[in-house]
């Protein structure tokens, strides 16, 4: 979230550390930002947090690897849709009566899933047969309430899709399992940082070849 100019504080998070657990960022301490160790489902907090600020980043979500998508389909979907909901609730009521303009929702490549066309194009993702996997129709089911937002409320918003994104903070998650690449045992689920692993864990066999 990014205060409105002209205050003190430009900047708020709010995290309830279910994935990773506490993680210490480089910000965390600066005078500018202030964190909130909360829910994102909690419309009443969210929305008073909201209420002073100009641009919001939707990015609250269940999210992991390919493993988390098999381990967790249900409480992807379900909590995932209880988290957007919350988050478009509160982002309506600050853009009604606060100084909220805008909201950027994070939605996923996993949109394409179904695809037969490759490169992709904008404006595919509602023609093609919508996505097998649980968390990427819940990503875009996003897109549909970002849509339905500006639709009914006139929220203005942009829909931001990460492809195999990585960074500061990226480890294993509280809730990882692992899966086996040939002789190898990853626990991430993500490209880069697999990768990673893999080059670190030594060779794995041919026998089973990505």
């Given amino acids: 979230m990014r205060r409105a100019s002209g205050s003190r504080i430009s900047g708020r998070g709010v995290d309830n550390y279910s994935k990773y657990g506490p993680v210490e960022k480089s910000y965390d301490n600066h005078p500018n930002y202030a964190f909130h160790i909360e829910d994102a489902r909690n419309v009443e907090l969210m929305t008073a947090l909201l209420m002073d600020c100009d641009h919001f980043i939707a990015g609250a979500a269940l999210i992991g690897g390919i493993s ?68 990427g129709f819940q990503k875009l089911a996003v897109e549909y309430f970002a849509r339905a937002a500006w639709d009914q409320y006139q929220l203005p918003y942009t829909i931001v899709r990460p492809f195999n994104c990585v960074g500061v903070g990226e480890g294993r998650a509280l809730t990882d399992v692992e899966v086996e690449s040939g002789n190898v045992k990853l626990a991430m689920s993500h490209v880069v940082p697999d990768i990673v692993q893999e080059g670190r864990k030594g060779p794995r066999s041919t026998a089973h070849p990505r």
Avoid at 81 to 94: G, L, T, W, Y
Avoid at 114 to 128: A, F, K, M, N, Y
Wanted: aromatic letters at 12%; proline letters at 6%.
């Fill in 68 to 135: 988390y998508f098999h381990a967790f389909a249900y409480d992807l979907l379900a909590a995932n849709e209880r988290i957007m909901a919350s988050q478009c609730d509160a982002a309506i009521k600050a853009h009604q009566d606060g100084k909220l303009r805008k909201v950027t929702y994070l939605s996923s490549s996993m949109v394409f899933e179904s695809t037969e066309r490759w490169p992709s194009v904008e404006g595919d993702e509602r023609l093609i047969p919508p996505p097998l996997s649980s968390y």
